[in-house]
């Protein structure tokens, strides 16, 4: 009797990053005007493992993925599956064009934006 011992295991890696991923990792390179050798001269690694990653070739481990990220000034974040939509829409509705683009807006209100709300607010 034969017994194959790798049936129903799961490989622990990916073939690539989601094309998701990658296109937001090269979208937040050239948003910086970073070529892929500029970015890995920061990251102390070479080009062709940028290019790698970008095209999908190569699966970074997670602290290489993270190092990435974060010197793109970015984060990862563990969200519920059942959020992503609302976080998405959240991301989306922060980033589309409006007047003054590229300008940093805050996802919550703030005092000035408070002060001009329509709202009755209960003096004390």
Do not use: C
């Amino acid at each position: 009797m034969i017994i194959d011992a790798t049936k129903g295991i799961r490989p622990l890696r990916q073939g690539a990053l989601p094309s998701d991923m990658r296109r937001a990792l090269i979208e937040a390179r050239k948003e910086r005007g970073w070529s892929q050798r500029d970015l890995a001269s920061r990251l102390y690694i070479g080009q062709r493992h940028i290019s790698g990653i970008e095209s999908g070739k190569i699966v970074p481990r997670y602290d290489t993925l993270l190092e990435i990220v974060r010197t793109l000034d970015r984060d990862l974040v563990m969200v519920p599956r059942a959020l992503m939509p609302l976080v998405q829409s959240l991301v989306h509705d922060h980033l589309k064009d409006e007047p003054g683009e590229g300008e940093e807006r805050p996802l919550y209100a703030t005092h000035r934006d408070e002060d001009n709300s329509q709202e009755p607010r209960d003096e004390v």
